[in-house]
């Protein structure tokens, strides 16, 4: 890619223009700008009510006929009144932060910090699009368009405003899931992103600005073909990140992150997520995250309000001429396996460092994103086939797939207890094991207030409160709320590292 950057208008990427440089670039955000003032923004008035038309998909599948030459009016006509603009406000204290010494710690936990502690309010905005997918509100876009924001405002296309509730969000791949209240509302159809191939024409619908701004930008529609699938371009990180990106040269700019990427027949099969670009602007590519993909996530944040990540349990790296040349494969195509973790999914099945993964679940596996990207697409506790190459020969094993947890079990965030935006469930003994702990309870979803604002990780398992042992949610729950003021919280990681934290300083 030479010098172009990949750019995703992460707003906690920027402070007036600010850009946070990547390994290969400055990391910008598509869509989600967010500029911080001194004075609170002065918000629109935002009325909510249900549209009076009824509307529902467009696309009949069994009459529907692309019309003859290169049309895109359909898909365009079919696609603008389901993208959205969506404006994240913010209006959170950020004070100076605790040290990370364990004197600092304890200082603040036995009552030392000053009473006078300066904190400044800092006020803002992002801006990005959304996409209907359901006629009862349902709205999809990026995660990073809404990511910490203590207000989502969401204008359709024909200038109706609504506040939104966030009902999941998803990091590991940057996607999001928000509603409105109305019904009757027209909505998107999925299309199949694993049907799509490189060459097809494709749209970019965006909803970059609502009526009244700058710009007046309420409908964006860019044609453009797919150029490569299962592209991963290092912008989302973390140990769980999934990045498997359609890559297209339509045309896409600020604001219309976590807008639509559809096909002729008005189907969507991806959302806008990333550009590559050395200006912040676009310069011939750009990233959508596969509605293959999209559509799981949703699904598991309808049902649970968390997303079931299933692993296979492996360290994997792409197939190299000279590893092709040994294993005897025709094709240097594929994911070798480098490390496989103790009582996973892959070591229960019997694969083996230097394994060669050839299909998951009878699909053709060309390199890392795929592999991740299939895998993801299935929850824990769930069979799927891996066909691997050893020793020039070919073998199909089935492999039951784990949490991040090391066992098959699903994450209810709906059955869980709540304390100031932390929620909590029993960690399984598994889980206690594979930590070397003999207590402990795990938090499952971090949504909101002083948990967040200290940075607590979700799946971190809290051993002790305030010096006190916790081996049940109920130990935790009567532990913090007995104590007035600060928590001081004792446990570990996913990674079985020792951290604390003071909560409620």
Do not use: C
Not at 356 to 377: F, M, S, Y
């Amino acid at each position: 890619m030479g010098t172009e950057e990949f750019i995703t208008m992460n707003k906690k990427q920027f402070f007036l223009g600010l850009i946070l440089a990547s390994f290969i670039g400055a990391l910008i955000a598509v869509g989600g700008i967010k500029l911080f003032e001194e004075a609170p923004v002065e918000s629109e008035a935002v009325t909510v009510e249900n549209t009076s038309a009824s509307f529902t998909s467009m696309v009949d599948d069994a009459n529907f006929t692309v019309p003859d030459g290169l049309n895109f009016v359909y898909a365009a006509e079919v696609t603008t009144p389901t993208v959205v603009h969506i404006q994240s406000n913010f209006n959170q204290e950020k004070g100076s932060s605790y040290g990370n010494s364990m004197e600092d710690l304890f200082r603040d936990f036995f009552g030392n910090r000053s009473p006078n502690q300066e904190r400044t309010p800092q006020y803002g905005r992002g801006f990005g699009s959304g996409v209907i997918i359901s006629a009862d509100g349902y709205i999809v876009t990026n995660n990073h368009v809404i990511d910490d924001a203590d207000e989502v405002q969401v204008t359709l296309e024909n200038n109706r405003k609504y506040v939104a509730e966030v009902i999941g969000t998803d990091p590991t791949t940057d996607v999001a899931l928000i509603k409105v209240k109305a019904k009757g509302l027209p909505f998107v159809n999925y299309g199949d992103s694993d049907a799509l191939r490189v060459g097809e024409w494709v749209l970019a619908v965006g909803n970059p600005f609502a009526q009244g701004s700058q710009y007046d930008l309420t409908s964006t529609v860019t044609a453009g073909i797919v150029s490569a699938k299962a592209r991963s371009i290092n912008i989302i990180g973390g140990t769980y990140g999934i990045e498997s990106f359609i890559q297209t040269d339509a045309a896409v700019n600020p604001g219309n992150s976590g807008g639509a990427l559809v096909n002729l027949r008005g189907e969507l099969i991806g959302i806008n997520t990333a550009i590559a670009s050395p200006n912040r602007s676009y310069a011939g590519y750009s990233f959508a995250v596969p509605s293959t993909l999209v559509r799981k996530v949703v699904a598991d944040l309808k049902e649970y309000g968390v997303v079931q990540r299933a692993l296979l349990g492996v360290n994997i790296n792409n197939v190299t001429e000279e590893v092709a040349e040994e294993k005897g494969l025709d094709e240097v195509s594929g994911v070798v396996i480098a490390g496989v973790g103790d009582k996973s999914a892959a070591a229960e099945a019997g694969l083996k460092p230097g394994d060669v993964v050839t299909h998951i679940n009878n699909t053709k596996v060309r390199d890392v994103p795929e592999l991740q990207e299939l895998v993801a697409r299935n929850r824990p506790g769930d069979d799927i086939k891996v066909t691997f190459v050893r020793d020039t020969r070919q073998k199909t094993v089935t492999a039951t797939l784990r949490n991040t947890q090391g066992d098959t079990q699903l994450v209810n965030y709906s059955a869980s207890r709540s304390f100031d935006g932390a929620y909590f469930v029993e960690a399984s003994a598994d889980l206690l094991e594979k930590l070397d702990l003999e207590h402990g309870v795990r938090i499952s979803k971090v949504t909101e207030g002083k948990w967040k604002n200290q940075g607590v990780p979700e799946g971190f398992v809290i051993t002790h409160v305030n010096k006190r042992a916790v081996s049940d949610v109920d130990e935790v729950l009567s532990a913090l709320k007995k104590r007035e003021g600060g928590n001081l919280i004792e446990g570990v990681d996913q990674k079985g590292t020792e951290k604390y934290y003071a909560i409620g300083w």
